[in-house]
């Protein structure tokens, strides 16, 4: 009995201790799943924490600013901006369209059913309830500087859990900037930046968008003191008068949509005053239609693109 009792002892202790060492030194290496099951919590433009029980695995956009920084992060977009045309992410072509930040299609956004909805503060606000409802959160950012750029990068990397990726792609436009600021001149070029549709224009103020790429590149933005609007505090009304004085080198039009129709009615607008065609800007036929993709909205990770291109602009007046 003793040694039935013995025998039965050893061949236990082998066949742990092979259970053992096969466990350490056969196994393949396995992925850490807290990554992927943590949750995560943000804080958005709007100060809203937003929690997710884990990081969104499927998400969408209404800015083509928000889908470009998701997609450099390596994020699955599953609905994008409405385009009438050709975006310029040719991967994200065939995903669902679901609208813009001035209208979301939610039958559109239902059948994409993603986990998050990146939209625009404050324009997006009043779409939360609508959108939750479908069982997607919603984060809201916005995009007036290049600053507000740079966050949004860092945002979604938190959300993504991507924050390396995001430390990269922010250390790109910083590397731009530093670049730029090498290259500036003691005599700015003096710049008129007009938004606009037919019939309707704006000035840009130094804290739109355009404005900040304007003043980064090295540029000078002769509306910088207009008296904001109220509706659109990044823009002001166009002073035929100021515009005259400060008689600007170059004239940067931008625009969603139509920009040479954009183009033509603003000069037929301005060329009713008869100074007009003694601006500088106008006599070296310096005025210029910007890229719709690069400044009529959020550029996302292509802001780098956006600031060389305004930079090379500025640094044709001599």
Known sequence: MKKRWILSTLVFLAITGCGSQTATTNEPAKANPVTSAASVTIKDFADRNVTFSSVPQ???????????????????????????????????????????????????????????????????????????????????????????????????????????????????????????????????????????????????????????????????NIAADYPKLDSYPQYAQLNSEKIMKSNPQFVFIMSHGSPDKVKEGFMKEMQQNAAWNSLDAVVNQHVEVLPTDLFGTNPGTRIVNALDYMNKLLQTVK
């Open 58 to 220: 499927k998400i969408a956009a209404l800015g083509n600013g928000e889908m470009d920084i998701v997609y450099a992060l390596g994020g699955n977009l599953v609905g994008r901006p409405t385009a009438t045309g050709p975006i310029s992410i040719k991967a994200l072509n065939d995903i669902v369209q679901i609208g813009s930040t001035h209208g979301i299609e939610l039958e559109k956004l239902a059948l994409a059913n993603p986990d998050v909805l990146l939209g625009t503060n404050p324009m997006n606000t009043k779409d939360i309830p609508a959108v939750e409802a479908l069982g997607t959160k919603m984060v809201l950012t916005s995009a007036n500087s290049i600053d507000d750029i740079k966050k949004q990068i860092q945002l979604f990397g938190q959300m993504l859990h991507k924050e390396d990726k995001a430390a990269e792609l922010i250390s790109n436009v910083d590397k731009k900037v530093q670049e730029i600021n090498t290259q500036q001149r003691t005599q700015k070029t003096r710049v008129l930046l007009v938004y606009g549709a037919p019939g309707t224009y704006m000035a840009a103020l130094n804290n739109s968008l355009s404005g900040s790429i304007l003043t980064t590149a090295g540029g000078e």
